[in-house]
């Protein structure tokens, strides 16, 4: 993830307008782009971007629908660093923004959604696309999905609300906030000469560190020999440090489905995959008796992570380190609960440790450590078929192809479906800097398609790869339109098999009813060619091999590779199925 103190501009913005005044303090906080779709309400603020970009400040980048735009905001995010922004007119504009923004709030991505509201005179009189509170509530809908939202219903409430609003986005747990404004309010003239307060020091991250419980924690881990650490998806800040702990306490250590972008896969300390889609080398540590302690670092124990350990474990041997105490709510089991900067306590961590001169090796277990076709040190289900020439493509080989071939620095975004186990458990990574990007929480089809593009406007120069299903892909694949018109070299991998093929396997796994999964069959790589990019059918192993990579990465337009998959593959997706089938059993036995 980038540096989001990096510098941007530091000439003031001139402020006319309240919708100026809204753009200076995204200029101070280093945003460079504001994306969204015009309207009507919402075109003060469009005029203010107008003449912001003539004067080096934000920009507008025009997606083709608002919650695309709210996925390229959440990207803009994942590599920068920086608050995401996304706009939208009232109405309509507004409502299409919502799965976008609840994806950012489970994902705990900082966004500032800014909606326009019809004129204050108007409210309630019926006007076109009145959302106000007498039409179609927009704030009551935001609220369940934002931390802080609200409407501007006097222009000296926008100051102090827009500060209110940014430092709830920024400070932990971050998450979307919204504002709400009429769009009179937003072409209102600002008349003081500048604005009343910085932002620097009221938007960056504060630390509270419980420090009675951190000095527990060292003289856990001091007493203790044979210690496993689990890595969630919240460790952006101590990737490093947590890497560096694992290899001092010779520890072997696993993560969670979104957890996996901040560790080395090729670490040979590393067992891969615990929870969905997971391996059985990480099953298999999580079982051994010998586990005398089991650090969990930034993680939300869920469904899809290590929310599936037993019992006894979760009581017993598990200790939780997180910045934000809310995580702890989904363990009050645990042998200790840690709050603080992750960074900071893995550092006091390794200073204490490093005072002792023996070398940590596990009592009573030898580990073996064997590595996989695909240069890591995971168990692999059908191994053999990573490296098939088989003919259609196995979805295997393809997670085969994108481990060994593409350049260390690629951003890989991964789509929900079976995209995201095709992924999870065969696409092996050596980046440990969050580049593999995965939106888990709430699981919006499509997510992809607008992040990759919202992170490919921020890092032109990085590769940046989407893996998308047909079915989702359909549901978004206009918005490669903005790829095109942004010249991004962004390529866009679709898995063609005419199917939802979550569902499809999903009913055939629980022995359901085969329905609703069929999808009449598309020529993407004809669809990408109608909007201007480059667009080819990939159906054997040696096409694949074939591409010109660094070409299609230093192209000025996108790229689509329709892969024709071979459609009888079944993801390793049984633990989600089997979790579906205890949820019906359930709720069987309670009626």
Same mark, same amino acid.
């Given at each position: 993830?980038?540096?989001?103190?990096?510098?941007?501009?530091?000439?003031?913005?001139?402020?006319?307008?309240?919708?100026?005044?809204?753009?200076?303090?995204?200029?101070?906080?280093?945003?460079?782009?504001?994306?969204?779709?015009?309207?009507?309400?919402?075109?003060?603020?469009?005029?203010?971007?107008?003449?912001?970009?003539?004067?080096?400040?934000?920009?507008?980048?025009?997606?083709?629908? !608002?919650?695309?735009?709210?996925?390229?905001?959440?990207?803009?995010?994942?590599?920068?660093?920086?608050?995401?922004?996304?706009?939208?007119?009232?109405?309509?504009?507004?409502?299409?923004?919502?799965?976008?923004?609840?994806?950012?709030?489970?994902?705990?991505?900082?966004?500032l959604?800014?909606?326009?509201?019809?004129?204050?005179?108007?409210?309630?009189?019926?006007a076109?696309?009145?959302?106000?509170?007498?039409?179609?509530?927009?704030?009551?809908?935001?609220?369940?999905?934002?931390?802080?939202?609200?409407?501007?219903?006097?222009?000296?409430?926008?100051?102090?609300?827009?500060?209110?609003?940014?430092?709830?986005?920024?400070?932990?747990?971050?998450?979307?906030?919204?504002?709400s404004?009429?769009?009179?309010?937003?072409?209102?003239?600002?008349?003081?000469?500048?604005?009343?307060?910085?932002?620097?020091?009221?938007?960056?991250?504060?630390?509270?560190?419980?420090?009675?419980?951190?000095?527990?924690?060292?003289?856990?881990?001091?007493?203790?020999?044979?210690?496993?650490?689990?890595?969630?998806?919240?460790?952006?800040?101590?990737?490093?440090?947590?890497e560096?702990?694992? !290899?001092?306490?010779?520890?072997? +250590?696993?993560?969670?489905?979104?957890?996996?972008?901040?560790? &080395?896969?090729?670490h040979?300390?590393?067992?891969?995959?615990?929870?969905?889609?997971?391996?059985?080398?990480?099953?298999d540590?999580?079982?051994?008796?010998?586990?005398?302690?089991?650090?969990? +670092?930034?993680?939300?124990?869920?469904?899809?992570?290590?929310?599936?350990?037993?019992?006894?474990?979760?009581?017993?041997?598990?200790?939780?380190?997180?910045?934000?105490?809310?995580?702890?709510?989904?363990?009050?089991?645990?042998?200790?609960?840690?709050c603080?900067?992750?960074?900071?306590?893995t550092?006091?961590?390794?200073?204490?440790?490093?005072?002792?001169?023996?070398?940590?090796?596990?009592?009573?277990?030898?580990?073996?450590?064997?590595?996989?076709?695909?240069?890591?040190?995971?168990?692999?289900?059908?191994?053999?078929?990573?490296l098939?020439?088989?003919?259609?493509?196995?979805?295997?080989?393809?997670?085969?192809?994108?481990?060994?071939?593409?350049?260390?620095?690629?951003?890989?975004?991964?789509?929900?479906?079976?995209?995201?186990?095709?992924?999870?458990?065969?696409?092996?990574?050596?980046? &440990?800097?969050?580049?593999?990007?995965?939106?888990?929480?709430?699981?919006?089809?499509?997510?992809?398609?607008?992040?990759v593009?919202?992170?490919?406007?921020?890092?032109?120069?990085?590769?940046?790869?989407?893996?998308?299903?047909?079915?989702?892909?359909?549901?978004?694949?206009?918005?490669?339109g903005?790829?095109?018109?942004?010249?991004?070299?962004?390529?866009?991998?679709?898995?063609?098999?005419?199917?939802?093929?979550?569902?499809?396997?999903?009913?055939?796994?629980?022995?359901?009813?085969?329905?609703?999964?069929?999808?009449?069959?598309?020529? +993407?790589?004809?669809?990408a060619?109608?909007?201007?990019?480059?667009?080819?059918?990939?159906?054997?192993?040696?096409?694949?091999?074939?591409?010109?990579?660094?070409?299609?990465?230093?192209?000025?337009?996108?790229?689509?590779?329709?892969?024709?998959?071979?459609?009888? !593959?079944?993801p390793?997706?049984?633990?989600?199925?089997?979790?579906?089938?205890q949820?019906?059993? +359930?709720?069987?036995?309670?009626?």
């Amino acid at each position: 993830m980038g540096d989001s103190n990096t510098q941007v501009n530091d000439k003031q913005l001139i402020i006319s307008d309240y919708a100026d005044l809204i753009l200076e303090y995204l200029r101070q906080l280093n945003v460079e782009y504001i994306f969204g779709v015009p309207g009507g309400a919402i075109e003060p603020l469009f005029n203010a971007l107008a003449r912001s970009a003539r004067n080096g400040g934000p920009k507008i980048i025009i997606a083709r629908h !608002e919650c695309a735009a709210a996925f390229m905001a959440d990207g803009y995010y994942r590599e920068t660093g920086r608050l995401g922004v996304v706009c939208s007119t009232t109405g309509p504009g507004a409502t299409n923004l919502i799965t976008g923004v609840a994806s950012a709030s489970v994902d705990k991505s900082p966004m500032l959604v800014i909606t326009a509201q019809t004129a204050l005179p108007k409210f309630g009189k019926h006007a076109l696309q009145d959302s106000s509170e007498t039409a179609i509530d927009t704030v009551s809908i935001f609220r369940s999905c934002t931390k802080f939202n609200t409407l501007i219903s006097h222009e000296q409430q926008l100051e102090s609300k827009l500060i209110s609003a940014l430092m709830n986005a920024m400070q932990a747990p971050k998450a979307p906030v919204h504002l709400s404004i009429p769009s009179d309010i937003l072409r209102l003239p600002y008349k003081q000469e500048s604005p009343n307060i910085h932002l620097n020091y009221l938007t960056s991250q504060t630390s509270f560190e419980d420090i009675f419980a951190v000095e527990q924690l060292i003289n856990q881990v001091l007493s203790a020999d044979n210690i496993v650490l689990f890595v969630g998806h919240n460790c952006e800040h101590a990737y490093e440090q947590i890497e560096m702990l694992a !290899e001092v306490l010779n520890a072997p +250590f696993a993560s969670g489905p979104m957890g996996k972008r901040w560790v &080395n896969e090729k670490h040979p300390l590393y067992r891969g995959v615990y929870g969905y889609a997971g391996h059985q080398s990480a099953k298999d540590l999580f079982k051994n008796p010998n586990i005398q302690l089991i650090l969990v +670092f930034g993680a939300s124990i869920t469904e899809t992570g290590i929310g599936g350990l037993p019992q006894d474990i979760l009581n017993e041997k598990l200790i939780h380190i997180d910045t934000s105490a809310e995580s702890f709510s989904r363990t009050p089991m645990a042998k200790l609960h840690v709050c603080g900067n992750l960074a900071g306590i893995t550092n006091r961590l390794l200073n204490k440790i490093s005072q002792y001169s023996w070398k940590r090796t596990w009592q009573g277990v030898e580990f073996e450590c064997h590595k996989n076709a695909l240069g890591g040190f995971t168990s692999l289900l059908e191994e053999e078929k990573t490296l098939s020439n088989d003919t259609p493509i196995k979805p295997q080989r393809l997670m085969g192809f994108l481990s060994t071939k593409m350049p260390d620095s690629t951003r890989f975004f991964i789509d929900a479906g079976n995209a995201w186990a095709w992924a999870t458990h065969y696409l092996i990574t050596p980046s &440990n800097t969050g580049t593999y990007r995965v939106a888990m929480g709430f699981g919006s089809m499509a997510w992809s398609i607008g992040a990759v593009i919202g992170s490919a406007i921020a890092q032109k120069n990085a590769p940046h790869v989407c893996i998308v299903g047909d079915g989702a892909y359909q549901m978004s694949s206009h918005e490669i339109g903005v790829a095109v018109q942004y010249k991004l070299p962004v390529l866009f991998i679709v898995l063609n098999d005419a199917a939802y093929g979550m569902v499809k396997f999903g009913q055939k796994m629980s022995q359901a009813e085969s329905i609703g999964w069929d999808l009449n069959f598309v020529n +993407f790589s004809e669809l990408a060619k109608a909007q201007g990019a480059n667009g080819y059918i990939i159906e054997s192993p040696t096409q694949l091999n074939e591409l010109d990579l660094p070409k299609l990465f230093s192209d000025t337009k996108p790229t689509l590779l329709d892969i024709r998959i071979d459609k009888d !593959e079944i993801p390793p997706m049984m633990d989600r199925v089997k979790s579906l089938n205890q949820d019906t059993v +359930f709720l069987t036995s309670s009626q």
